[in-house]
């Protein structure tokens, strides 16, 4: 089933003499339970996508469908009801309220949709188990590691049942073991619990879990591969390919 | 460069500067309008007593000035030191690039020189202008008439306004200088970085904290009221001291308490993003323990002297109406052995071939009685004990004063008082202080009757009646019995001579005259060497006194009481808020980052400015709360001491003291919260 539709986005930066294009024409869609891994170098327009479709850009012309309703014409207050109750974000630098416990940072997101107290706690609990957190559930921020923080952040954007949930660079901020383990969770809510999961990146390994890697260059699709049955590794191979292929810095791919 | 660099540093931070510059401009302002009263008041039409009044103001106003500039002082350190926190990591990005600290130094130099220069500049433009505003104030605090009012700058205010602030910018410097000596580069690099630590309290230590705080507080809050009379210096300084380590101990422990309570009620805690302003609260309430203290003193300082100088200035004026009915009053009496003796008013005056009468319309001469038969001692009967239990500093074997009846009542009739009725076994205590009149009260309810030249009286009323003999301006009849001629017939009691009068002069020009007619009779008549000399052995009190002097003395204290309360209150106020409102500022440009995670994550702006206010608010309201309660336990105690002058007045004085609060405190509140919005829009 198709549950996020882009058609020919469009997005510039800039003046009429000096244009930027970030984005320039790219359209595709993302079915429901899809776990789908943007890719690109620095500068490619990948962030800005990501940014359009979580409605904290606005795109210049062209439409995004979240299950059937156009999202670029939502405006003011609707869009933050929009945004805290059919997306959940997951960023780079976890973005963790500092003066909150895990707890409260997670229940943050449900107690702003105005859910009764009953609700929000069992909510909050079934999500920490599902990320494997229960145990720091009562900690500050600064008591816990980066994979720990960033599986808060996780739980925190998956606790409101999200329609799709949009990660950048989610990794970006961890050690490999962290990362790895995060990304195994992803895939694990990607199997157990059909989450849609659409994710920015420029690490090859992390895209690597996803079903499906978009890659784009001067805010174009260039290519677009499927893993299908292949092995995770055999993936991460096809990947590194096409990045070669792109022209891309290795050091910046990996 | 340096100059560009330096400009460009003042604009970029402009918001955080906004409440440091504002705060220096009204304190430039208010400290140029009070150096400047001694030269807007030189226009001002006012006779020789209140201008001598005036210039005494003048004299305590520059030392209270001195006072006002130590405390501006510290607050524009503590203000300057908050902008440099503010700003260490752009310090740390010049050193970075080869700065100098010298150089770093140099720019400070240049920008503390020009925030120095233009809000002394602002600071005086708006003095100037307020001070025309403060003449009136003036004029209508010593009844002074403007007429002849000028628009008036005082170049002595402002050279002294310049050199008192310009001396506070240099200690400002010469800290900025130390703090940047002292930094180190990776400090300076990852202040911005540390995120603030969340140390929550034991709850339970909180608990107990806040019980053992309230407790202290209200055992100091019941002796300074209830027990008053047992106070002296030392308990009531230790009183003090406990209030003040209570209130410290209240704010250590309030936030956490508070905190606990509402996490348990989690129906309101997980309400929308009521857990994120809670925490916001605690955290800021939690480091500024101290400063809260200090504020939440001040204002309660600022409270009690704003409410207690208006409300006796207003007093005192109301006063003079009822306790001061006659123009002219003279009394003599020598202290000889203990025991007063008068010296002859008349017999004076005949000396001197002078009538004492002339110019006067109606008047009586008489004499007040002492008598060692009718001491306090001597009314106490079984309450003796009682008294020097419970009044160690009253005079017991005091000689009280007696009045005969006719006198009393031919007197009333020259104030146009109502005369009493007395049979010829009663007396009548008249007494208006009101402690006094609390002490006869109890003892007139066990013992009524006197012993006075053999005979027995007793007391008509069972208590004392309000109402005085001498002119004051003031309720400070402390006790005068008034008896049934026949009693003091023969019985050689006559203690001062006394003679009241009003002039028979109509307009105010001729009582002018006929007061200064009386007052050259009065010296020639009474001179003090000439007496002195007669009775070698003897104190004299020679007194004179006239409605108009005691008018003008009354009005002036009255009006150098709310000029000093006003100045103190003012400056007090603008600290407490600068120091909230550039806590708030503070806070808030370091929780930017929450604020963009909020709307990241959908929370409605309008909930988010509701966040914002709910904090903010709290925050301001805090110590304010703490100071009122505070306040309302000072301004009992300050009744006691006040009670001379009249209190009756402080509904009027606790509502301009409401208005000034609402004005300089409630806008240090609205900037903050203002630009604290700006700030989180972006």
């Known amino acids: ?254 | 460069m340096l100059f560009k660099l330096t400009l460009g540093n003042v604009k970029r931070s402009l918001r955080d500067y906004a409440v440091y510059f504002f705060t220096l401009v009204i304190g430039v302002s208010i400290f140029y309008v009070f150096n400047a009263i001694d030269s807007q008041t030189a226009f001002l039409k006012m006779n020789e007593s209140t201008r001598d009044i005036v210039r005494l103001l003048v004299n305590m106003l520059s030392g209270v000035s001195v006072f006002v500039s130590a405390v501006l002082g510290l607050l524009i350190v503590y203000a300057s030191r908050f902008l440099m926190k503010r700003r260490s990591r752009e310090f740390a990005l010049y050193q970075l690039l080869g700065m100098s600290k010298g150089r770093i130094s140099a720019i400070l130099l240049t920008e503390s020189l020009f925030i120095g220069l233009s809000s002394l500049g602002a600071g005086l433009a708006v003095g100037i202008g307020l001070s025309q505003l403060m003449s009136a104030l003036v004029a209508d605090l010593f009844e002074a008439d403007m007429s002849d009012y000028h628009f008036t700058v005082s170049l002595f205010a402002i050279i002294k306004t310049a050199v008192y602030f310009g001396i506070m910018y240099l200690v400002v410097l010469l800290f900025n200088g130390i703090a940047i000596g002292k930094c180190r580069l990776i400090t300076l690099l990852q202040s911005g970085r540390k995120s603030e630590r969340q140390r929550l309290k034991n709850p339970i230590l909180c608990v107990i904290v806040f019980i053992i705080a309230s407790i202290g507080l209200g055992y100091a809050y019941k002796n300074v009221t209830g027990n008053f009379r047992t106070l002296n210096n030392k308990r009531l300084l230790a009183m003090i001291a406990i209030g003040c380590v209570t209130t410290l101990l209240i704010f250590w422990s309030v936030s956490g308490m508070l905190l606990r309570i509402f996490m348990s009620i989690k129906k309101v805690y997980h309400k929308g993003l009521n857990c994120f302003t809670f925490r916001q609260i605690s955290s800021k309430v939690n480091t500024t323990v101290v400063s809260m203290t200090v504020i939440c003193l001040m204002l309660f300082v600022t409270i009690c002297t704003l409410a207690a100088s208006f409300s006796v200035r207003n007093s005192l004026n109301a006063n003079i109406k009822e306790y001061c009915p006659a123009d002219f009053e003279i009394a003599l009496y020598r202290i000889e052995n203990n025991t007063v003796k008068p010296i002859d008013i008349k017999e004076q005056y005949e000396q001197a071939g002078i009538e004492l009468t002339s110019g006067f319309e109606d008047y009586l001469l008489f004499y007040m009685h002492n008598t060692p038969q009718l001491t306090i001692k001597s009314l106490c009967g079984e309450n003796y004990g009682y008294l020097l239990e419970n009044y160690p500093f009253l005079d017991l074997d005091i000689q009280l004063d007696i009045i005969k009846l006719s006198d009393y009542n031919a007197l009333m009739e020259i104030y146009g008082h109502e005369q009493l009725k007395l049979n010829d076994d009663e007396y009548t205590l008249l007494c208006n202080y009101t402690s006094m009149a609390d002490i006869y009260n109890v003892l007139l309810k066990s013992k009524n009757d006197i012993q006075l030249f053999g005979k027995t009286l007793y007391s008509r009323d069972g208590k004392c009646v309000d109402g005085a003999v001498y002119l004051s301006s003031q309720p400070i009849n402390a006790g005068i019995f008034v008896v049934p001629d026949s009693v003091l017939e023969n019985s050689g009691s006559e203690a001062a001579s006394i003679f009241i009068g009003n002039y028979s002069a109509k307009t105010d020009e001729e009582k002018e005259k006929a007061e200064e007619n009386a007052l050259a009779s009065y010296r020639k008549a009474v001179d003090r060497d000439s007496l002195q000399s007669k009775y070698p052995d003897s104190v004299l009190t020679l007194s004179v006194q006239t409605k108009r002097d005691i008018t003008d003395s009354s009005i002036g204290l009255g009006g150098i009481i709310a000029l000093i309360g006003l100045y103190i209150g003012v400056v007090f106020l603008i600290c407490s808020g600068a120091v909230l409102a550039l806590k708030t500022l503070s806070d808030t440009a370091d929780s930017l980052g929450r604020y963009e995670t909020l709307r990241n994550i959908g929370a409605d702006e309008k909930d988010i400015t509701r966040s914002l206010f709910i904090q903010t608010a709290v925050f301001f309201l805090l110590p304010l709360a703490l100071a009122s309660l505070h306040s309302v336990f000072g301004m009992k105690f300050a009744g006691f001491f006040l009670e001379v002058f009249g209190t009756q007045r402080i509904g009027i004085s606790i509502a301009l003291t409401c208005i000034m609060l609402a004005i300089i405190y409630g806008g240090y509140f609205l900037i903050s919260y203002f630009s604290q919005k700006a700030m989180i829009k972006k």
Do not use: W
């Not at chain 1, 595709?28 to 339970?33: E, M, P, Q």
């Not at chain 1, 630098?93 to 909150?100: C, P």
């Not at chain 1, 600064?142 to 329609?163: E, F, I």
């Not at chain 1, 694990?188 to 994710?199: P, R, S």
């Open chain 1, 1 to 254: 089933m198709e549950l996020l539709k882009i058609e020919r986005i469009e997005k510039y930066y800039g003046s009429r003499s000096n244009l930027t294009k970030a984005i320039d024409g790219i359209s595709f869609s993302v079915d429901k339970g899809e776990f789908i891994a943007i890719m690109g170098a620095s500068g490619s327009g990948k962030t800005t996508l990501l940014n359009c479709v979580s409605t904290i850009d606005r795109v210049t012309s062209g439409h995004i469908y979240l299950e059937g309703r156009d999202i670029t014409s939502i405006k003011g207050k609707e869009l933050n009801k929009f945004r805290r109750e059919k997306l959940g974000f997951i960023f780079q630098d976890f973005n963790l309220l500092d003066t909150l416990t895990a707890y409260e940072n997670i229940s943050l997101a449900l107690s702003i949709q105005k859910l009764d107290h009953k609700k929000i706690d069992a909510a909050v609990k079934a999500s920490a188990r599902q990320l494997g957190i229960t145990d720091v559930l009562d900690k500050y921020p600064y008591q816990m590691s980066g994979g720990q923080k960033q599986r808060v952040a996780s739980a925190r954007a998956l606790v409101t049942d999200p329609a799709v949930v949009l990660a950048d660079e989610p990794t970006g901020a961890l050690d490999s073991r962290s990362a790895r383990m995060l990304l195994e969770r992803f895939s694990y809510l990607n199997d157990e619990y059909d989450a849609t999961i659409m994710m920015v990146t420029h690490d090859s390994f992390t895209a690597s879990y996803a079903q499906r890697v978009l890659f784009i260059k001067d805010g174009k699709i260039f290519h677009e591969i499927i893993k299908g049955t292949d092995s995770r590794k055999a993936f991460f191979d096809k990947i590194i390919d096409v990045i070669t292929l792109l022209g891309g810095d290795v050091s910046d791919a990996l």
